[in-house]
């Protein structure tokens, strides 16, 4: 289920907040941890896909513009987090209410979003807790199995956004407008300045 995103003077006014105690980056942390501790032992104990050698963990929290950014690790996921300053233009789906939601069962992925941010098309799920209010989830990672423990993971998350950025910038260096750019870099570097013969080469 994709929700559509609202004109900026239509922000939906039913998206719940996180609560003004939390607006402590510390309280936040221990806030998320304490409901994800709460899911465990009391909704997910007896699900036999967790992975019970890893704690649940905040790592990275971050302001960025009107958000604040977060890797959560659980037994059952890793995920990036995403708590508005604001209530973002986004329409909330039926039954997604604060009010809707207060009693409602936990769902690891809440209705699926598309929307703009940071200049970039994102995708993320819904997520509701009463302690939390609103939020946007992103899963990195649903098959923990395979880690002994946190820092296995977050290593191994590291790794995937090394080869990403990696990618990237081949990708870039490899747009034949770029290239020339490099190679007039190179020259600046190995001879203090742009030569008389460096002209634009043919791309290889």
Not at 30 to 37: K, L, N, P, T, Y
Not at 125 to 148: K, S
Not at 174 to 193: A, N, V, Y
């Amino acid at each position: 289920m994709s929700i559509e995103v609202k004109a900026e003077a239509e922000i939906q006014t039913d998206w719940c907040r996180c609560p003004e105690s939390l607006a402590d980056d510390a309280a936040l942390s221990a806030a998320v941890i304490a409901v994800h501790q709460r899911l465990l032992t009391e909704t997910l104990a007896a699900d036999p896909l967790l992975n019970l050698a890893l704690p649940i963990e905040v790592r990275a929290l971050r302001r960025i513009a009107e958000w604040r950014v977060l890797l959560l690790l659980t037994p059952w996921m890793l995920a990036r987090l995403l708590f508005p300053a604001q209530p973002p233009p986004l329409v909330l789906p039926a039954g997604w209410s604060a009010v809707e939601r207060t009693d409602a069962a936990y769902t690891v992925l809440g209705p699926h979003l598309h929307f703009e941010l940071f200049g970039q098309a994102q995708q993320a799920h819904l997520g509701y807790h009463a302690a939390l209010g609103h939020y946007l989830l992103q899963p990195l990672c649903l098959n923990l199995e395979p880690y002994r423990d946190a820092d296995a993971v977050f290593e191994q998350w590291s790794e995937v956004i090394r080869v990403r950025d990696a990618n990237l910038e081949a990708a870039r260096r490899d747009c034949p407008m770029q290239r020339e750019i490099s190679r007039r870099e190179l020259f600046r570097r190995l001879g203090g300045g742009v030569a008389a013969s460096d002209q634009p080469l043919a791309s290889s």
